[in-house]
């Protein structure tokens, strides 16, 4: 219940082209979805987050899609470039659990080919 | 405009030794959280600490390791007789408040127990 799935596991886009990550989840109390990148050597870096009152939310080229009748949400990445090759976690956190916990998927190895 | 600061980048212990991971939060950020990362995974939450209190250690393991952030200085993750399994990334995370608050990393620090 308290696992967050993250698809794929890895990616390769031309630039130009849109990157696809894909999170599912299973616990409704999950109401603060992040996104962060995370380059080699480096600590995540926060891109974009949504709350499940909204179905998208965009930030430049990077858009969140929020399903929350299939409790399923995913990064839209526009226009990629290599600069975006890093790997991308999505997270969860239950609010009302008033933790800050976050939830974080397994990840995804984005490779922008030039 | 300082980020989350974490000390010391690279350790390298021997099995049975102490290691000492310090963080320093973001200024303004009285919340602390402190995540693992295993190589090709993604990052497990280990323990929430405000000023002087720990809030939640669910996924703290229940011998070695042990958290606090004082009243004064940085949080320090101890973690006690190392052993080979406990090589990883360890990251640290702050907000200004609880509850669906962008979580801001520092860059980590990389344990290697030889």
């Known amino acids: 219940q308290q696992q967050v799935k993250q698809s794929p596991q890895s990616l390769i886009v031309q630039k130009g082209g849109i990157s696809i990550i894909n999170c599912a989840y299973e616990?409704?109390?999950?109401?603060?979805f992040p996104w962060y990148q995370q380059f080699p050597g480096k600590g995540p870096a926060l891109l974009i987050a949504i709350r499940p009152d909204v179905s998208e939310k965009k930030e430049g080229r990077f858009t969140i899609s929020f399903n929350k009748s299939a409790k399923q949400f995913s990064l839209h990445i526009m226009d990629s470039q290599p600069g975006d090759s890093a790997t991308y976690f999505c997270?969860?956190?239950?609010?009302?659990?008033?933790?800050?916990?976050?939830?974080f998927g397994q990840g995804t190895t984005l490779q922008v080919k030039p | 405009n300082a980020g989350v600061m974490q000390n010391p980048r690279h350790l390298v212990r021997r099995r049975g030794q102490e290691a000492r991971l310090r963080c320093s939060p973001m200024?303004?950020?009285?919340?602390v959280y402190w995540y693992r990362q295993l190589p090709e995974e993604g990052l497990k939450f280990m323990v929430y600490l405000q000023k002087e209190n720990i809030i939640d250690e669910s996924g703290m393991p229940k011998e070695r390791f042990s958290a606090e952030f004082p009243k004064e200085g940085p949080s320090i993750l101890r973690i006690q007789q190392v052993v080979r399994g406990d090589s990883a990334a360890y990251f640290c995370?702050?907000?200004?408040?609880?509850?669906?608050?962008?979580?801001?990393f520092g860059d980590g620090t990389r344990l290697s127990i030889l």
């Open positions: 616990n409704t109390a999950f109401d603060y």
């Open positions: 997270a969860a956190e239950a609010g009302s659990g008033n933790t800050g916990k976050l939830i």
């Open positions: 995370a702050s907000s200004p408040q609880i509850g669906n608050q962008p979580q801001h």
């Open positions: 200024k303004g950020h009285s919340h």
